[in-house]
């Protein structure tokens, strides 16, 4: 039997499955119909059963997410849903609008029952031109078909290039009009979100797993993962390997199952060291390649599951250089508000940049660790946090790499034949 | 007919994309997209009529378009091209393709062709890990690429024929053009191109496969 539960993406290979036509002959719109019907605690009830918990990364519990809202309180309510994918590695949301935009919508619609709003938002990353032709598209094929429109609304909002919408809170304030800057919590946004409105945020994933949860019910969902991680997820592969794509597994598979099924690390070579759930999360190592990839199994072993999206590397790649590159994404994303972040990701860019030349020093090792220490946890948002991840742990599992950047008085690697091209660059 | 003449902004449309919003200052960033659109880039007057619509100062409007990377305070080229030197596709050849395009168009990350046509950037990660290593021009997906496709790519870009997207739509947009997607239009090319590629595709075919 397979080891793969495909549920989102079951009809992707169809030609045209992101149309109206295409969702509907699979049963589409069925659930929010079930849905509308019944009483709204019952919706929420039945989410928080199924044990879906977030799947933008940090894995907060759906339902009780909804739950939070208060009830009768004769406030505007409002679901956001986070479409902002841009964690390094990430990359599941939008193969999943590109291929079917219509199970979101649809899952905006029983989310907004449920936590009594009349009003959804898609908070799309600008980058990708075609996934908002097609969410767009959908978007306006659901209001012809009369599924939105008659209580509930859902508005497309473009982004325009900045990595730190993706945190709820900077999202917020985006989709308000303004810089996209982290808030201060609490208030939380289930209080004060959106206009200052009790407001849900949730991912893409989250929202878009909810119909078939309505549709066969919390046990079925209960059914698959393990103790305290429900459900099925996509898993993102990438990098040097065979054959890279999305994966959807019931939680708990691990890298070893996945890579057998993606024909393995890249011929001729072997796995050097890997991210869990994208670039945020402390690197793994072959080490780890049978942590069972849940909630539980990947903090357990000193990471996080993050977004799933499993970076691979090989023994050609040089892992100072990949953890500068990330670092020098953090600088560049980092908001500016919170000093911590702002200051402290530029200082580690500037040692990292003198490491990955040979021009540091053994010293240099420890003042990034201290670097680390002081941004941990000192500003509004875990942007800074995310940054000190590949840090961290690329000091904890390859010290001798970095030092022989230093003895060597420069990188010992060949970037050469880390391409997926090597041996053809030369001309 | 300057570029930079406001008339060209068209009223109806910018209060449509107002109208979408509870509150009208939630549209400063389609309507920044839709300066785009006409401009090819915000231009001062785009920021003075965006503000005058919503009623709020024109430094309000500048600090929106100075903080996100996609909105351009100079021209762009008519195709803008992205080469992703995120990690993971600089390490699988993305920075081997950068390298060699700002050589091959004698230009240097953000800039221009002096034929207006082309410009270059390096981008930050795409959402499209399993296709590295990923070039985008006007943000449609060009996957899987090589130095000799993106190569091909910025060429016919320049002769006024670049090739398709590769999960896009059958033709690629012009900067122009794709800002107005981008700021909410419609351009009723939707239902154009691949519902997924291949690794999009992948897991789904093995599990048929019973594996």
Redesign the interface.
């Known amino acids: 039997?397979?080891?793969?539960?495909?549920v989102l993406?079951?009809h992707?290979?169809?030609?045209?499955?992101?149309?109206i036509e295409a969702y509907t002959r699979h049963g589409g719109y069925q659930a929010a119909k079930k849905a509308l019907a019944m009483d709204p605690d019952a919706v929420i009830q039945m989410v928080k059963d199924s044990g879906l918990r977030g799947r933008g990364g940090a894995g907060f519990p759906t339902g009780m997410k909804w739950g939070f809202i208060p009830q009768g309180d004769d406030k505007?309510h409002y679901l956001v849903v986070n479409a902002d994918?841009?964690?390094?590695?990430?990359?599941k949301?939008?193969?999943l609008l590109?291929?079917n935009p219509h199970v979101l919508i649809e899952g905006c619609i029983i989310a907004c029952h449920a936590i009594r709003a009349k009003?959804a938002f898609i908070y799309i990353?600008?980058?990708?031109?075609?996934v908002?032709?097609?969410v767009?598209?959908a978007i306006?094929d659901a209001y012809k078909a009369g599924h939105l429109g008659d209580g509930i609304d859902v508005?497309?909002?473009?982004?325009?290039?900045?990595?730190i919408c993706g945190e709820e809170t900077a999202l917020l304030d985006?989709?308000?009009?303004?810089?996209?800057q982290p808030r201060l919590r609490p208030p939380f946004p289930a209080i004060a979100g959106l206009?200052a409105r009790p407001t849900v945020v949730n991912n893409v994933e989250s929202i878009s797993s909810v119909p078939a949860i309505i549709t066969n019910g919390a046990e079925w969902y209960q059914s698959m993962g393990t103790e305290k991680s429900k459900g099925a997820t996509l898993?993102?592969?990438?990098?040097?390997v065979n054959?890279?794509?999305?994966?959807?597994?019931p939680l708990g598979i691990t890298l070893r199952e996945i890579l057998e099924?993606?024909g393995g690390v890249r011929n001729g070579h072997k796995l050097k060291f890997w991210t869990p759930g994208g670039?945020s999360t402390p690197l793994f190592t072959d080490a780890h390649l049978d942590i069972a990839l849940d909630y539980e199994g990947v903090s357990a072993a000193g990471s996080m599951l993050g977004t799933k999206?499993l970076?691979i590397?090989d023994e050609t790649?040089c892992v100072v250089?990949?953890v500068l590159?990330?670092t020098e994404?953090y600088k560049?994303?980092s908001?500016g508000k919170c000093t911590p972040c702002r200051e402290g990701t530029w200082w580690l860019v500037q040692i990292l940049r003198d490491l990955e030349n040979g021009t540091g020093t053994e010293a240099d090792l420890d003042k990034l660790l201290d670097l680390c220490d002081n941004i941990m946890g000192r500003s509004f948002c875990a942007l800074g946090d995310g940054a000190t991840s590949p840090i961290t742990s690329s000091i904890k599992y390859f010290r001798d790499e970095y030092i022989a950047h230093l003895t060597q008085g420069g990188c010992p690697f060949d970037?050469?034949k880390?391409?997926?091209?090597a041996g053809?660059?030369a001309? | 007919m300057s570029l930079n003449n406001p008339s060209n902004l068209n009223d109806d449309v910018m209060q449509s994309i107002i109208k979408r919003y509870p509150r009208s200052r939630s549209a400063i960033m389609p309507l920044l997209h839709y300066v785009q659109s006409i401009s090819g880039y915000v231009t001062n007057e785009g920021i003075e009529k965006i503000a005058k619509l919503l009623d709020i100062e024109t430094a309000e409007v500048s600090a929106v378009a100075t903080f996100y990377t996609q909105y351009k305070r100079k021209p762009v080229g008519e195709y803008h091209v992205g080469v992703c030197t995120n990690t993971l596709c600089a390490v699988m050849g993305g920075d081997a393709i950068f390298a060699a395009l700002k050589e091959h168009l004698e230009i240097e990350n953000d800039g221009v062709t002096a034929d207006g046509k082309v410009s270059l950037e390096h981008i930050e990660c795409n959402a499209a890990c399993d296709y590295a290593p990923v070039v985008m021009a006007n943000w449609e997906f060009y996957d899987n690429q090589t130095i000799e496709s993106a190569k091909s790519l910025v060429d016919g870009a320049r002769a006024g024929n670049p090739p398709a997207p590769t999960r896009g739509p059958n033709r690629l947009v012009t900067y122009k053009e794709a800002s107005a997607v981008l700021a909410g239009l419609d351009d009723g090319m939707a239902r154009e191109g691949l519902q997924a590629g291949a690794p999009t595709l992948l897991g789904l075919k093995l599990s048929k496969e019973g594996k």
């Open positions: 039997m397979s080891k793969l539960t495909p993406s079951a992707w290979d169809e030609k045209d499955s992101f149309t505007d994918e841009s964690e390094p590695g990430t990359c949301d939008t193969p590109m291929a009003r990353r600008g980058e990708v031109t075609h908002v032709r097609r767009n598209a306006a508005t497309l909002h473009i982004g325009a290039g900045a990595y985006s989709l308000e009009g303004f810089r996209g206009y898993y993102s592969l990438s990098g040097h054959n890279p794509g999305q994966f959807e597994a099924l993606a670039s999206a970076q590397f790649t250089r990949a590159r990330w994404f560049h994303e908001c970037p050469v880390s391409t997926i091209f053809a660059v001309q």
